[in-house]
């Protein structure tokens, strides 16, 4: 029984599955948007999530803890001088999920996964007169 055990194995042993997630974010960061299936771009979410929140700190210890995970230096300066300051404002829910379907050949369940555009509004309560 796994009781207890979170994140989802995903058919592979644990360092297929890192380096499978390791070379999924860096896609991510690099391309904005790619499409994988919905258990992968899930599992994606909570890494993505990660790494941007370490790119918004911004310092040197921030920056090595990135290039432990994504080990593609052009993709760790592109998302700490491009994708991070975008998100200053923005206190998380960097990613969004769009359901596609099912594939042809497995019928395995696609989405996309993408960073978000739009910035946060927040919404002032008005004065009291």
Known sequence: MRHNKSGRRLGRNSSHRAAMM???VTSLLEHER?????????ELRKIAEKMITLGKR????????????VRDRKVVGRLFEQVAP??????????RIIKLGNRLGDNASLSI??????????EEAPAAE
């Open 113 to 122: 996964i993408e960073l978000v555009e739009e910035s946060v509004v927040t």
């Open 22 to 24: 390791r070379n999924l």
């Open 86 to 95: 975008r998100y200053m404002e923005r206190p998380g829910g960097y990613t």
């Open 34 to 42: 790619i499409t994988t299936t919905d258990a992968r771009a899930k």
């Open 58 to 69: 911004g310092d040197l210890h921030a920056r090595r803890q990135v290039l432990q995970v």
